[in-house]
């Protein structure tokens, strides 16, 4: 459940955000990856080109109304817009666009707090531990992974 194969698998597991992107910096077991104009860290043995698919869990993304000024272990942190906020019954499912979708499950006492509403700007952010990371086939060259 935590270690699908591949995006197939992974989006029927319950994996609603699956972002594509390269790998373009690896270093000390941890890597960014491009993911349109917005770089996300993940950890993994993974290299320099490498075409991958970052997976991300609803339930590990946080949401806040304010910026985070202090240190913190999430290494992924976006500003965002709230697209929807839709009832699951005993949680909701809020859709964002951090220029890239991002998908989290948060509880009726979070949605009251923070006063979620379609179009209100939020700050989302998750560990790069809480990416499952699925290689693709192919690699991509890029100008550090050239020979």
């Known amino acids: 459940m935590n270690h699908p194969v591949d995006a197939f698998v992974a989006s ?5 955000t699956l972002l594509e992107g390269t790998v373009i910096k690896a270093d000390q077991g941890s890597f960014l990856t491009l993911v349109g104009e917005k770089m996300i860290e993940a950890v993994g043995d993974i290299g320099l080109g490498d075409r991958v698919t970052l997976c991300i869990r609803p339930e590990n993304v946080t949401l806040s109304v304010t910026p985070i000024h202090q240190a913190t272990s999430a290494r992924n942190v976006f500003p965002g817009i709230v697209e929807k906020v839709v009832p699951m019954g005993i ?20 949605v009251d707090n923070l006063k979620l509403e379609e179009g209100k700007e939020v700050i989302a952010s998750f560990k790069a531990t809480a990416i499952h990371v699925v290689r693709k086939r192919e690699k991509v060259q890029t100008p550090l992974s050239s020979p």
Do not use: D, N, R
């Open 12 to 16: 029927f597991v319950g994996m609603e």
């Open 91 to 110: 949680y909701y499912k809020v859709q964002l666009q951090c220029g890239f979708p991002l998908v989290a499950y948060i509880t009726t006492h979070s």
